[in-house]
């Protein structure tokens, strides 16, 4: 599923393609991306056609186009993509929305899983998502406050990571990324977390994150690009996250893959110790 960082570069690609520009037509080719509006497929289009584009704005893993007073916004899920096209290019399959704007060029939203969608919030343009907390990038983030409510938390600190009330825009892999840089094993209590030590996760978070968003994102496949197409290379600069069997790059163990939830963490067994059990 795409994280901050490859939400935020397909946020970029379309702030230069999408800002100023009218939609002219839209054709819902599948409904289920526009389930959520109340008058369907027909009243998506009706509050769509002939609207300007303002800015491009996100949250978390959340993007929306601001029309004026109104908000489109777009969740990728698992496998969501925004594309610029010529009218002439070749469609790319499951493509599911078109847009064509007054420049003559395509917006297709593609979307092979359809777990993600647009969702249409009238009179809400600046924050259409506000149960999404801040991510480590907005100006008002403050490390040191969410580290203070993620210690008050009972829960792991990889739970608290992920936790999109506490701070958004970290999944699976950033997640594993930070830990794996501050030393941490996910199941350590966050209550057992110093001030410190909350903080340097935090900090981490985001310091790889900024790094993965310089490298275009974390691409494995073809299910994340941004619009025009191309994949992101920080998979190639990853220290923890899919690298089972491998060697850690900092004390040569071999790393490992334990089970987490209903998926998996990637760590080192020797620089990420299992925390001692509560008595």
């Known amino acids: 599923m795409p ?35 109340p008058a369907g497929a027909e009243g998506m289009i009706g509050v769509l056609q002939g609207r300007t584009v303002d800015a491009i704005r996100r949250r978390g893993k959340y993007l929306w186009l601001v029309l004026d007073t109104d908000a489109l916004v777009a969740h990728l899920g698992m496998s969501g993509q925004f594309r610029i096209n010529d009218p002439s290019d070749e469609f790319a399959r499951n493509t599911r929305v078109l847009f064509t704007l007054d420049d003559g060029r395509q917006l297709r939203f593609v979307d092979q899983r359809m777990f993600g969608g647009l969702e249409w919030f009238p009179d809400r343009a600046q924050c259409p998502v506000p149960h999404i907390a801040l991510d480590p990038f907005d100006d008002a983030y403050d490390s040191v406050d969410v580290a203070r409510r993620m210690r008050a938390r009972r829960t792991t600190v990889k739970r608290a990571l992920l936790d999109q009330r506490l701070v958004s825009g970290i999944g699976n892999i950033y997640a594993d990324e930070a830990l794996w840089r501050a030393r941490l094993h996910f199941e350590n209590p966050t209550q057992r977390l110093t001030q410190r030590r909350a903080v340097e996760v935090l900090d981490q978070a985001r ?10 994102g974390t691409s494995f496949d073809s299910l994340y690009v941004n619009v025009n197409g191309e994949s992101g290379y920080f998979s190639r600069s990853l220290d923890a996250y899919g690298r089972e069997g491998l060697p850690c790059h900092r004390c040569g163990v071999p790393m490992v893959r334990r089970q987490f939830a209903n998926r998996g963490s990637f760590l080192c067994p020797k620089c990420q110790r299992m925390p001692r059990k509560v008595v």
């Open 3 to 37: 994280e901050l960082p490859e939400v935020e570069v397909v946020r970029r690609g379309l702030a230069g393609h999408l800002t100023g520009r009218r939609i002219d037509t839209v054709h819902v080719l599948h409904p289920r991306p526009v389930r959520s509006h």
């Open 207 to 216: 310091t790889v994150m900024a790094e993965a968003l310089e490298a275009g």
